[in-house]
């Protein structure tokens, strides 16, 4: 079975955009910046996203910390994507960046290179470019596992699983 997840790392500059069945892409917006840009980043993840094409989406959650690459842009496309699957009523699960890295490696703080490095490892065939694409990846695996009831015997992802905000849904 299918399961049908879509994993999004969303960027301003490069948003990785994966599914579960193993492909992976990059929206790049060019020189748009703005609201243009980002109704631009928002519109091609809604190409991806047609209603009924995908049961479950996973967002990489926003950074905190973060104070640099214009933080407040960033928000406004978390929220305008967010926006737009929750029309498209596609359930939500919001992985925050440790778990991701967690799951993908079992370290919370492992860098972009190591994710990329365990996704080509784990994807041999699958043409994975960039971190953006890794990460994208990861998260529609992570989507996979917990739709699909995985039965994990791996500490690191359970745990990477377990902090999570799934969705409130009635299936899988």
């Given amino acids: ?34 609201l243009d840009r980002l109704r631009y980043i928002t519109r091609t993840i809604g190409d991806y996203a047609r209603t009924g094409r995908y049961r479950l989406a996973v967002l990489e959650g926003p950074s905190y910390g973060s104070r640099y690459g214009s933080p407040h842009e960033r928000g406004g496309l978390w929220w305008m994507v967010y926006d737009l699957l929750a029309r498209r009523e596609i359930p939500v699960a919001v992985a925050p960046p440790t778990c991701l ?35 994208a990846l990861a998260l529609a695996e992570m989507g996979a596992a917990w739709r699909q009831a995985w039965c994990l015997t791996d500490a690191a992802q359970r745990r990477a699983l377990d902090g999570v905000a799934w969705p409130e849904v009635t299936y899988r």
């Fill in 1 to 34: 079975m299918n399961s049908r997840v879509l994993g999004l790392d969303l960027s301003l500059t490069s948003t990785g955009v994966a599914s579960d069945l193993g492909w992976t892409d990059r929206i790049r917006p060019g020189d748009l910046r703005g």
């Fill in 101 to 135: 890295k967690l799951w993908a490696t079992g370290s919370g703080a492992a860098s972009k290179t190591a994710v990329l490095d365990a996704m080509r490892r784990r994807y041999p065939h699958a043409e994975i470019t960039t971190s953006d694409e890794a990460d």
